[in-house]
């Protein structure tokens, strides 16, 4: 299964982006894919994920209401719609996958098989 980020970029406090993984290999539908992002000092976090076979969207409290993430299976694309950004938003995004993850573990970043290489967004204030 491979990976391949894309659509960071930099935008004012306020504005929005759009980041899409695209996902090749294995089977789109039964992915669980997730967004995790890094910043400068920081341990990578959790930001939300996608539960495969029309299972749940989970995100982490802080980009609740904010933040959207879809998938297209006809595409094996996931997106996540980021509106409102903050300051505090800047990071490297990755997104990964896994086919088998248990619902306890989808925050957990050592629990995903597979990883894209990760799109930097930059939120100026």
């Known amino acids: 299964v491979q990976l391949q980020a894309s659509g960071g970029g930099l935008v004012q406090a306020g504005g929005s982006l759009r980041l899409s993984c695209a996902v090749s290999g294995g089977t789109f539908r039964r992915q669980t894919i997730g967004w995790f992002r890094q910043a400068p000092g920081k341990e990578r976090e959790f930001v939300a994920t996608?539960?495969?076979?029309?299972?749940?969207?989970y995100y982490v409290d802080s980009v609740k209401g904010r933040f959207t993430l879809s998938r297209d299976n006809a595409k094996n694309t996931v997106y996540l719609l980021m509106n409102s950004l903050r300051p505090e938003d800047t990071a490297v995004y990755y997104c990964a996958a896994d086919p088998s993850i248990i619902l306890s573990s989808i925050r957990n970043s050592r629990q995903y098989a597979y990883w894209g290489q990760g799109t930097l967004v930059t939120v100026s204030s």
């Open positions: 996608t539960r495969g076979n029309g299972g749940s969207t």
